[in-house]
């Protein structure tokens, strides 16, 4: 089992910046993909980002492209979402979520979907006001 455990969510005004962090533990023998996903106010969960282990191919959703950076610290088993330029639609729970790599091969359509991954964590709240 993995226990993936988000942080770094509060309440900010638009124009702001917010930094999340993931971090992981447990099974650490396997290695993961990581994707961060949201999920708004009666909204369902929809893909924000996500990085192979290497950290060399990133994909983002449109909403997130230009505004968010993901990247990740294999050292530190952690993963972040820098946010800037937050916009009040931005409110949402962010969770991450873990894709083991002996998977079978991804493409960037599967990999904003709930079912390619393994783990997720609860969530951290992010609330921007306007």
């Known amino acids: 089992q993995v226990q993936l455990v988000e942080s770094g969510g509060g309440l900010v005004q638009a124009g702001d910046s917010l930094r999340l962090s993931c971090t992981g533990s447990?099974?650490?023998?396997?290695?993961?993909?990581m994707g961060w996903f949201r999920q708004g106010p009666g909204k369902e969960r929809e893909f924000v980002a996500f990085i192979t282990y290497s950290g060399k191919t990133i994909y983002y959703a449109d909403s997130a492209r230009g505004r968010f950076t993901i990247s990740r610290d294999n050292a530190k088993n952690t993963v972040y979402l820098q946010m800037n330029s937050l916009k009040p639609e931005d409110t949402a729970v962010y969770h991450c979520?873990?894709?083991?790599?002996?998977?079978?091969?991804?493409?960037?359509?599967?990999?904003?979907?709930?079912?390619?991954?393994?783990?997720w964590g609860r969530g951290t709240q992010v609330t921007v006001s306007s």
């Open positions: 979520a873990a894709r083991d790599t002996s998977r079978e091969f991804y493409t960037r359509n599967t990999v904003q979907g709930l079912h390619a991954y393994d783990y």
């Open positions: 447990g099974r650490t023998e396997s290695n993961y993909h």
